[in-house]
């Protein structure tokens, strides 16, 4: 793994078809794995890889509960 620290931001990563498309269990896990894995040292914005339009609003909005519980 590659340490970026305060050289570089990143923002999204959350795939928005196999992922925010399937369970909530799965949003869940997966938004904290992305956070564990980018965003420990700060410069990490969590979000999706893309558009989400054809997303369940149920999908989205237990997305954003647990994007609230990552915090720096």
């Known amino acids: 793994m590659i340490i970026l620290k305060d050289k570089v ?3 999204g990563g959350l795939d928005q078809f196999n ?7 799965e949003i869940r896990k997966e938004a904290h794995r992305l956070f564990e894995a980018y965003g ?3 410069g990490y914005i969590i979000s999706d ?7 369940p609003k149920e999908n989205l909005i237990a997305y ?5 519980k990552c915090v720096y």
């Open 9 to 11: 931001c990143l923002i």
């Open 19 to 25: 992922v925010l498309g399937g369970s909530k269990e």
């Open 40 to 42: 420990k040292s700060g």
């Open 49 to 55: 890889s893309d558009h989400f339009f054809e997303i």
């Open 64 to 68: 954003a509960e647990e994007a609230k």
